[in-house]
């Protein structure tokens, strides 16, 4: 007997709410907002063959479709709440619905956010996740708001995920351990929901690096109409990335996407506050340049000598 509908969703991705006032199973979820709180909210698509390998673990894609939501929602230093889920399977298959719901919730539990309704329909492969979160009025971390005079910090290390792409297509050799160590990278996302937490009233702008960290730094300086120098060599990379070659190395720091890394800006004066917050948040946080007055980017490397920009960016229409 095949697992009909509502078996599937009663099955998998029905529990007791805890937060919400109501959760899956009526018309509408309801959920109680907070007086004096702002409600931040987010969706993002992961369609197969786009976003993810048809061979990876379903455990891992549950916790990548969750993880890049709550990144955006780190971005904005808001603190996740809820979630729902718009679900295309080809078929119901149980052993593939018991992994990704496993991964899926192992991460909303470790954040906090329930799952609350959705939709399920039969067709190819699509995850789309919206996600609710909230954060105190005024106190939304936006990308409009980087300033002149500004630093600039990323979170964590970048171009891992993008260097196991790479070599997934062949295009770079790794050794096994080398490929495991940022295969993690790629499939299981860590979002900086604390550390986007811990930059309220630190951080002056933020944004969440997905599509490749100069592409995500454009949007900052377009949005709040100033320029930046970055020196390309302070990007942080992992060990195993940084045994590559060198131009490797500044493609997939600078280029690579999927990092969910936090690429943010605070004024000098706040940097003891900006390490502070990366303590609390138990996350590396690294100054990689500055905003400017003059539009533009410029990149430059340790010697501050400057570095030509020919790293595009992803996008899915041009890529
Ligand atoms: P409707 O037809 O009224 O939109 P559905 O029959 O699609 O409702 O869904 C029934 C209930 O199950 C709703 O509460 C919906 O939010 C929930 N639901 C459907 N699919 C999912 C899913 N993949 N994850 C969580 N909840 C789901
Ligand atoms: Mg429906």
Partial sequence: MPLGEFDLIGRYFTRPARRAVLGVGDDCALLAPTVGMQLAVSCDMLVQGRHFLPNVAPQSLGHKALAVNLSDLAACGAQPLAFMLALALPRADEAWLTDFSRGLFTLADAHGCELIGGDTTQGPLNICISVFGDVPNGRVLLRSAARAGDDLYVSGTLGDARLALESVRGAVALQRDAFEAVRVAMEQPQPRVSLGLALRGVASSAIDVSDGMLGDLGHVLQSSHVGATLDVDAVPRSAVLAAQQLTWQLQCTLAGGDDY???????????????????QARVAVTRIGGIDAQPGLRLIDAAGQAVPNTYGSFDHFCS
């Fill in 261 to 279: 890394e936090l690429l943010f800006t605070a004024p000098p004066s706040l940097a003891a506050a900006v390490h502070a917050a990366a303590e």
